[in-house]
């Protein structure tokens, strides 16, 4: 029998317990287990996120800067928040020693050669749990030929997800005659939240981008999109946190710049220091620099 404890007396009678709110946008009412995965994407001293984002041979193959993920891309991985990637390339490439949270791209389907927007949920829920993912992600075709089909896919998964405490991703594609602007973001964005999703990726509008986060129930995080040069970049992403964004997601503009890891140390001064586009780039460049001695 072991001995047992004299019973505690500090009961500090009078005294509210403590309880907090949660910081992230629209999230309060979740479930504990969907809070303490969102606090490991979203920085708890900021409520900002950097993912890496590296799922796009899903779709198209070894894109550019891609090619080896092993060489290029692990190496980077301790400098971000998550890293957003594919189920095949997590578990045949990214040891599993790992403490970065994983966002697992679950939906997929057609290549670049086919209509993209014909995507499907692409991972059952409990292979997420598996890899103890922090959430997943999924496509949303608002306005494309599979609009419909893509929209319940994500309601599907934002139910199963609901199960097991895995919050959704909803990210909002668009398809290559579409606008970009913030009218059609302020859509997608919306109707995405609006089904559940617990949060969006989304693309950068130069004009009235924070119209779109204001309206947007959930927090929003941008993509990068094609690759643009360096300093372009950084304004993108310091103009979208300072309207509104909790962070990038973002892979081309990382991966295929001549200094991928200066990029990283940039993009975190912006997202998490909130620095200046100037001053992030010459940080940029001292490490591509030093790099290159
Ligand atoms: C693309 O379909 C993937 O979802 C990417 O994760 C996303 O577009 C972010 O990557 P990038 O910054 O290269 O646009």
Redesign the pocket.
Known sequence: MPEMDKEGKEYHVGVKQKSELFYLKGSTELDWGMKNRLARIFNPKDGKTIML?I??GY?QGPTSGLERIDINILPLVPHADTL?CTRGILRSIVPPSITKPIVI?ASGGPSILKELSDEQIAMDMEDCIRLGVCAT?I?VFIGGEFESRSVINMTKLVDAGLKYGIPTMA?T?VGRDMERNAKYFRLATRICAELGAHYI?TYYTKEDFETVTASCSVPIVI???KKIPEMDALTMAYRSINEGAAGV?????IFQSDSPIGMMHAINAVVHGNEKPKQAFELYRSIKDKMQK
């Open positions: 984002a799922d796009h779709f957003m791209r992600a496509q990210v594609a990726k993509a990068g999109g997601d973002m892979g081309r503009n």
